[in-house]
């Protein structure tokens, strides 16, 4: 399955997809050592972000954010591309100032898929495929 999409920081990935239907708010949710997800309260606690293709609707707030992706990338626990639904600024920078392909602009029904399908994000290209779904 090809799905159209808007590029927001450039690259090309393939990895096991990770999904959430949340918002993330990576200051406090995301530890920046290991990119496991330490909030209790989030629907991804106890999974990691590390060399997955990250699915989720889009950020929401602390700016400190943007930095918590910095430190992700530079401890070799980023995802390895990002697709939102609709990103927002602090996403973005994070995602831009480390070179990690995010895009936006699929449709909602992709945070339907199930966790551990194989996707690549072409974010220049501007085109997300999913294995297995045609
Ligand atoms: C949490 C903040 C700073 C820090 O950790 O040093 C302030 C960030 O402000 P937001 O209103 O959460 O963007």
Redesign the pocket.
Request: charged share 0%; net charge neutral.
């Given at each position: 399955m090809e799905i159209r999409c808007h590029r927001i920081s450039g690259g090309r990935a393939r990895g096991p997809a990770l999904v959430t239907k949340e918002p993330i708010s990576f200051?406090g949710t995301v530890d920046p050592e290991t990119g496991e997800v330490v909030d209790p309260r989030h629907q991804l606690f106890g999974r990691s972000l590390r060399g997955k293709v990250l699915i989720f609707p889009g950020g929401k707030?602390?700016?400190?954010?943007s930095y918590v992706i910095y430190q992700l990338k530079k401890r070799g626990a980023a995802p390895l591309a990002m697709i939102n639904i609709k990103s927002e600024p602090?996403v973005a920078v994070g995602a831009i100032i480390s070179a990690i392909p995010l895009v936006d602009g699929v449709p909602a029904s992709l945070l339907d898929l199930k966790d551990g399908a194989v996707v690549t994000v072409d974010a220049d290209g501007e085109m997300v495929r999913v294995e297995g779904a045609d």
């Open positions: 200051l707030g602390s700016t400190v954010g602090i």
